[in-house]
């Protein structure tokens, strides 16, 4: 990434930073004696043509983790494509850039036929066959296993075998080759509901491999293995019907220790698995199903599998009939059953650049015949509903006091109307471009591992921002007695400092971060600071024209140099886990328009049901460059960086709480982006699925499709009926253009229990 230019609003303010000209630290205390780590930036949920993805794996590792030719390279990377089967040879590669001795490029057998078109394919399904990635398994000489689908030359092969046989020796062969830390997962077609991302990586990657000698011609077999994640996709994934127990080398059993198994009314003897079937019940039954394939994974991999509902609100609420979306009561199942496993969600969903930003959208599904809404109808800021709205679900499980942690995702598929390799999108960012999670990764002197990595995603130490708005974080918080050798507020920040600065956190007694918990006596005060850079120079957004949603307020700034508008710190109270058939565990967010009005408004949380609320959650601070509660801007004395700091006392607390943060580039009460308080609004306003909601105009001119309004921005238009649109007929802000102008981040929290109050049962 490129240095921003000198932002006005925030003078270089390094005496301010360090008070009297030294940063004040807290004196030497007993050790947590935690392993050295750094935040490193990573992705675990994208595609590619091992399922529905545009692009070869090799590809989207170089466009994930190259700092050269694409510099948002990530630190960590895993690639997970969907559950169940497919056809195509995804070894196959692109060019002769991609060429390596182990998987070489094949231009005469094997030309690779680039996916183009609004859907990311080329011609017709008719024309598989005729080349990469087109090129089918039995085409190129692969036999699937098991009882496959389809007719040959373009039967199906079963995931469990592409894990097994292709995928993971590919992936490893490209973790050594590249030096790079991949490793292998799924997302999960879920049975009783939608999609998940998940890994097991039991086998994946040993140690071994650090002093492997590659083999200088093709092929290559793995000294790992990836039969465990290959297991669980034929035992657990809803999309895979195999029932030959992972055909004649397998034999797989998937029984789960202290289950029914097969006194289960789904279990399959033949298949050795549970096949919920019927259509009455059947969202029941799988919802079952998937508790089984949690508790499996706390059984065999509790400390090297997780498991994370993705774009959990995309398809609508809970069916028991079918297979749909998930209530809270789903995700406090999980977490109830596999709490090192089922450890969060990713409700700030991928598909940022989409017609419908994630995907989500009103009247997205069928079920039984009846269209139902996305939850929430759309994306708020670009997230889920259940993540977006202060004092919602994700509020309500932490005022549980629960593991339960936000993540992001790419979800990497194709670039819409454009080739992989153009910059404008109409559907997908890559891994790294847009979307990232910050994660601490404490690996001491070794190298970044999987196992270092799963540890880091479990510990909840994980932030995440889109569009590069902020590129580090540090947020802590300190005990302070009124009366005794109270820790100052400048103790405290300048902890955060030296954390922020050499890009790690905190190992001091009194203090906890992320995904940690304070214990403290009653009437201790809790001194929070927040250090964050908001990096210099642009973004990787390809465009330069000023920001057309900040436009409507006056406010000239190019889209690829986006500045932290704000930050704002909520609070909620914990009270403790929900009983199950208690009337507080379960509760279905308000379907659209009780929720979601056609104005694109919103309803309070007056109408949502107990179990999916927190009331007590509310922002509680906001700091900004210009108003009342101004953070300070300093020079790192690291690299000379610019970063903002900031901090906020809470007094004599008596209750067990949270403290969480988010932050936009966009101020309080910009049109159709955010409310008065800052809140982010109904993504309707720039989804362009529906033309007549469209309300940013964008007007910018140039010579290319990168200095002006590129030319597949859509126009606004006003409805049949009813009130015109006030800017139908001009070019409105939608795609990757509203992704671009309206960016978040957000923080896991840190948890404080007082002593005699309610236990923050879910975090060590």
Same mark, same amino acid.
């Given at each position: 990434?490129?240095?921003?230019?000198?932002?006005?609003?925030?003078?270089?303010?390094?005496?301010?930073?360090?008070?009297?000209?030294?940063?004040?630290?807290?004196?030497?205390?007993?050790?947590? &004696?935690?392993?050295?780590?750094?935040?490193?930036?990573?992705?675990?949920?994208?595609?590619?043509?091992?399922?529905?993805?545009?692009?070869?794996?090799?590809?989207?590792?170089?466009?994930?983790?190259?700092?050269?030719?694409?510099?948002?390279?990530?630190?960590?990377?895993v690639q997970a494509g969907h559950?169940?089967?497919?056809?195509?040879?995804?070894?196959?590669?692109?060019?002769?850039?991609?060429?390596?001795?182990?998987?070489?490029?094949?231009?005469?057998?094997?030309?690779?036929?680039?996916?183009?078109?609004?859907?990311?394919?080329?011609?017709?399904?008719?024309? $598989?066959?005729?080349?990469?990635?087109?090129?089918?398994?039995?085409?190129?000489?692969?036999?699937?296993?098991?009882?496959?689908?389809?007719?040959?030359?373009?039967?199906? $092969?079963?995931?469990?075998?592409?894990?097994?046989?292709?995928?993971?020796?590919?992936?490893? +062969?490209?973790?050594?080759?590249?030096?790079?830390?991949?490793?292998?997962?799924?997302?999960?077609?879920?049975?009783? %509901?939608?999609? &998940?991302?998940?890994?097991?990586?039991?086998?994946?990657?040993?140690?071994?491999?650090?002093?492997?000698?590659?083999?200088?011609?093709?092929? +290559?077999? &793995? @000294?790992?293995?990836?039969?465990?994640?290959?297991?669980?996709?034929?035992?657990f994934d809803r999309a895979d019907?195999?029932?030959?127990?992972? /055909?004649?080398?397998?034999?797989?059993?998937?029984?789960?220790?202290?289950?029914?198994?097969?006194?289960?009314?789904?279990?399959?003897?033949?298949?050795?698995?549970?096949?919920?079937?019927?259509?009455?019940?059947?969202?029941?039954?799988?919802?079952?199903?998937?508790?089984?394939?949690?508790?499996?994974?706390?059984?065999?991999?509790?400390?090297?599998?997780?498991?994370?509902?993705?774009?959990?609100?995309?398809?609508?609420?809970?069916?028991?009939?079918?297979?749909?979306?998930?209530?809270?009561?789903?995700?406090?199942?999980?977490?109830?059953?596999?709490?090192?496993?089922?450890?969060?969600?990713?409700?700030?969903?991928? %598909?940022?650049?989409?017609?419908?930003?994630?995907?989500?959208?009103?009247?997205?599904?069928?079920?039984?015949?009846?269209?139902?809404?996305?939850?929430?109808?759309?994306?708020?800021?670009?997230?889920?509903?259940?993540?977006?709205?202060? #004092?919602?679900?994700?509020?309500?499980?932490?005022?549980?006091?629960?593991?339960?942690?936000?993540?992001?995702?790419?979800?990497w598929h194709n670039r819409g109307?454009?080739?992989?390799?153009?910059?404008?999108?109409?559907?997908?960012?890559?891994?790294?471009?847009?979307?990232?999670?910050?994660? $601490?990764?404490?690996?001491?002197?070794?190298?970044?591992?999987?196992?270092?990595?799963?540890?880091?995603?479990?510990? #909840?130490?994980?932030?995440?921002?889109?569009?590069?708005?902020?590129?580090?974080?540090?947020?802590?918080?300190?005990? /302070?007695?009124?009366?005794?050798?109270?820790?100052?507020?400048?103790?405290?920040?300048? @902890?955060?400092?030296?954390?922020?600065?050499?890009?790690?956190?905190?190992?001091?007694?009194?203090?906890?971060?992320?995904?940690?918990?304070?214990?403290?006596?009653?009437?201790?005060?809790?001194?929070?600071?927040?250090?964050?850079?908001?990096?210099?120079?642009?973004?990787?957004?390809?465009?330069?024209?000023?920001?057309?949603?900040?436009?409507?307020?006056?406010?000239?700034?190019?889209?690829?140099?986006?500045?932290?508008?704000?930050?704002? $710190?909520?609070?909620?109270?914990?009270?403790?886990?929900?009983?199950?058939?208690?009337?507080?565990?379960?509760?279905?967010?308000?379907?659209?328009?009780?929720?979601? %009005?056609?104005?694109?408004?919103?309803?309070?949380?007056?109408?949502?049901?107990?179990?999916?609320?927190?009331?007590?959650?509310?922002?509680?601070?906001?700091?900004?460059?210009?108003?009342?509660?101004?953070?300070?801007?300093?020079?790192?004395?690291?690299?000379?960086?610019?970063?903002?700091?900031?901090?906020?006392?809470?007094?004599?607390?008596?209750?067990?709480?949270?403290?969480?943060?988010? #932050?936009?580039?966009?101020?309080?009460?910009?049109?159709?982006?955010?409310?008065?308080?800052?809140?982010?609004?109904?993504?309707?306003?720039?989804?362009?699925?529906?033309?007549?909601?469209?309300?940013?105009?964008?007007?910018?001119?140039?010579?290319?499709?990168?200095?002006?309004?590129?030319?597949?921005?859509?126009?606004?238009?006003?409805?049949?009926? #009813?009130?015109?649109?006030?800017?139908?007929?001009?070019?409105?802000?939608?795609?990757?253009?509203?992704?671009?102008?309206?960016?978040?981040?957000?923080?896991?929290?840190?948890?404080?229990?007082?002593?005699?109050?309610?236990?923050?049962?879910?975090?060590?």
């Open positions: 990434m490129t240095m921003k230019l000198t932002k006005s609003k925030i003078a270089l303010a390094v005496a301010a930073a360090i008070g009297t000209g030294t940063i004040v630290m807290v004196p030497s205390v007993a050790s947590a &004696a935690k392993t050295p780590g750094k935040y490193v930036a990573g992705d675990v949920h994208n595609h590619t043509t091992c399922s529905d993805g545009s692009i070869s794996m090799q590809k989207l590792v170089k466009k994930a983790t190259d700092k050269t030719d694409t510099p948002w390279g990530l630190d960590w990377f559950g169940g089967n497919g056809n195509r040879n995804c070894t196959l590669v692109e060019d002769a850039t991609l060429s390596t001795p182990a998987y070489p490029y094949d231009a005469v057998n094997y030309p690779f036929t680039q996916f183009s078109g609004s859907n990311g394919t080329t011609g017709s399904i008719a024309a $598989m066959g005729s080349g990469g990635p087109y090129t089918t398994w039995e085409q190129s000489g692969v036999t699937p296993k098991g009882l496959s689908s389809g007719t040959s030359p373009s039967k199906n $092969m079963w995931r469990w075998q592409s894990i097994q046989e292709i995928q993971y020796p590919l992936i490893e +062969y490209l973790n050594a080759y590249n030096n790079k830390p991949l490793f292998l997962g799924v997302e999960s077609v879920v049975a009783g %509901h939608e999609h &998940a991302s998940m890994s097991v990586i039991t086998g994946q990657i040993p140690a071994a491999l650090d002093t492997y000698t590659l083999p200088s011609s093709a092929g +290559y077999t &793995a @000294l790992g293995d990836g039969t465990m994640l290959a297991k669980w996709e034929y035992c019907t195999d029932t030959s127990r992972g /055909s004649v080398l397998n034999q797989w059993d998937c029984s789960v220790p202290g289950s029914l198994n097969a006194a289960d009314p789904s279990w399959n003897g033949t298949a050795m698995k549970l096949v919920p079937t019927g259509s009455t019940g059947v969202g029941t039954k799988g919802h079952n199903k998937t508790l089984e394939a949690v508790k499996w994974m706390a059984a065999y991999a509790s400390n090297q599998s997780y498991y994370l509902p993705t774009h959990l609100e995309r398809a609508g609420p809970f069916n028991p009939d079918g297979n749909n979306g998930f209530n809270i009561e789903h995700l406090r199942n999980f977490n109830n059953a596999a709490p090192t496993v089922a450890f969060g969600f990713e409700t700030q969903p991928g %598909h940022g650049a989409s017609a419908n930003r994630g995907e989500y959208q009103v009247k997205r599904n069928s079920i039984g015949g009846i269209l139902v809404d996305s939850v929430g109808g759309t994306t708020y800021g670009g997230t889920g509903v259940y993540g977006a709205v202060v #004092g919602g679900v994700w509020d309500a499980l932490l005022g549980e006091g629960r593991n339960y942690w936000f993540f992001a995702s790419s979800d109307s454009f080739g992989p390799d153009d910059r404008r999108s109409t559907q997908d960012f890559y891994p790294g471009e847009y979307q990232r999670n910050y994660t $601490m990764v404490r690996n001491g002197t070794d190298k970044l591992r999987p196992q270092t990595i799963v540890d880091g995603l479990r510990t #909840g130490n994980n932030f995440t921002s889109s569009g590069q708005l902020i590129d580090r974080m540090a947020f802590i918080a300190c005990a /302070s007695y009124p009366g005794l050798a109270a820790r100052t507020n400048a103790a405290v920040e300048g @902890l955060a400092v030296s954390a922020a600065t050499n890009n790690t956190d905190i190992d001091v007694a009194g203090c906890a971060t992320m995904g940690e918990k304070l214990k403290v006596r009653p009437g201790a005060e809790i001194v929070v600071s927040i250090v964050v850079r908001d990096p210099a120079g642009t973004n990787y957004s390809p465009y330069t024209f000023n920001n057309p949603s900040l436009a409507q307020i006056g406010v000239s700034q190019p889209i690829n140099q986006p500045v932290l508008d704000h930050i704002d $710190m909520i609070r909620g109270l914990v009270t403790g886990y929900k009983t199950p058939g208690s009337s507080d565990y379960s509760g279905e967010w308000p379907r659209n328009t009780n929720w979601l %009005h056609a104005d694109g408004t919103t309803e309070t949380l007056s109408v949502v049901p107990a179990a999916a609320k927190n009331t007590s959650a509310a922002v509680i601070k906001t700091f900004n460059g210009n108003g009342l509660s101004q953070w300070t801007a300093f020079s790192s004395p690291v690299d000379g960086t610019q970063f903002l700091k900031m901090t906020y006392r809470i007094p004599a607390v008596s209750a067990s709480q949270y403290v969480r943060l988010r #932050g936009t580039n966009l101020p309080q009460s910009v049109p159709y982006e955010t409310d008065a308080d800052g809140n982010p609004l109904a993504d309707v306003y720039t989804n362009q699925n529906d033309t007549t909601m469209l309300r940013i105009p964008c007007t910018a001119t140039g010579t290319t499709q990168y200095d002006g309004c590129p030319a597949h921005l859509p126009t606004a238009t006003s409805p049949v009926s #009813g009130a015109a649109n006030p800017i139908a007929g001009q070019k409105a802000v939608a795609y990757d253009v509203a992704a671009w102008s309206d960016l978040w981040f957000y923080s896991n929290p840190i948890y404080v229990e007082v002593s005699g109050g309610t236990v923050v049962a879910g975090v060590k």
